[in-house]
């Protein structure tokens, strides 16, 4: 069975600084990778997905992803943290036959003035 | 807008009640799905659905029962044999594409007392 792993269940980064959210997963075959966003009780929001067309992924916000097959990861990176990052990041990957995903235990990203 | 509607955003309930929990989508989606959310514990999938008239258990499909009489609605029903009910409930829904990803509804957080 497929599965994500997140490294780092808290992330803290100061306002400005690169964000970098780890994410390896185990797959034999191709998979499909998607990084969530979710913000305090509010439902998960889809920041970006990887499907084969390109390896580097752009997002929503600034987020963006690249997918390393010969390191098994996909990590979602931005540049320069904003305070309006602050939130819980999911990754998850796609199972073959019909969809369903299976999300990692998830990041939460803080971000200091 | 298409998008999935859960009401109500918060509830409360007594303990040994049945409840019932509402998620209703509008995008034409194929199949369903039920997320419990803990925290530190990431999303445990509960109940999912393909088609209307059908449905599987997930992972932790204890003490919870749903239905899907009709493509767009998929409640999901929390028993009085579920040990500990209090937990924020999410409902997500996919077309039948395995890199289409979800969409999810901004949830429901269930407080038993």
């Known amino acids: 069975a497929q599965s994500v792993t997140q490294l780092g269940s808290h992330v803290s980064v100061s306002e400005g600084a690169l964000v970098l959210l780890r994410c390896n997963y185990s797959?034999?075959?191709?998979?499909?990778l998607f990084w969530y966003v979710q913000y305090p009780n509010q439902g998960l929001q889809l920041l970006l997905k990887?499907?084969?067309?390109?390896?580097l992924v752009k997002g929503i916000n600034g987020f963006e992803a690249e997918f390393k097959k010969s390191e098994t990861s996909f990590h979602l990176t931005k540049p320069s943290a904003h305070m309006s990052d602050a939130a819980e990041y999911f990754c998850?990957?796609?199972?073959?036959?019909?969809?369903?995903?299976?999300f990692g235990t998830g990041t939460r990203l803080l971000v200091s003035p | 807008d298409g998008g999935i509607t859960q009401s109500p955003k918060y509830l409360f309930r007594k303990e040994g009640q049945n409840v019932t929990l509402s998620c209703e989508q509008n995008?034409?989606?194929?199949?369903m799905y039920w997320y419990r959310q803990d925290p530190g514990q990431g999303l445990r999938l509960i109940y999912y659905?393909?088609?209307?008239?059908?449905?599987q258990k997930g992972d932790i499909a204890e003490g919870y029962s749903v239905s899907r009489e009709k493509k767009e609605s998929f409640p999901l029903t929390v028993t009085s044999a579920q040990k500990n009910p209090t937990a924020f409930y999410l409902c997500?829904?996919?077309?039948?594409?395995?890199?289409?990803?979800?969409?999810f509804g901004s949830g429901t957080r269930l407080t038993v007392v």
């Open positions: 997500a829904s996919t077309a039948s594409r395995e890199d289409y990803g979800y969409t």
């Open positions: 797959s034999s075959v191709p998979p499909y």
């Open positions: 990887y499907t084969s067309a390109a390896t």
């Open positions: 998850a990957v796609s199972n073959t036959g019909f969809q369903k995903l299976v």
């Open positions: 995008l034409n989606h194929d199949a």
């Open positions: 659905s393909q088609i209307v008239n059908d449905f």
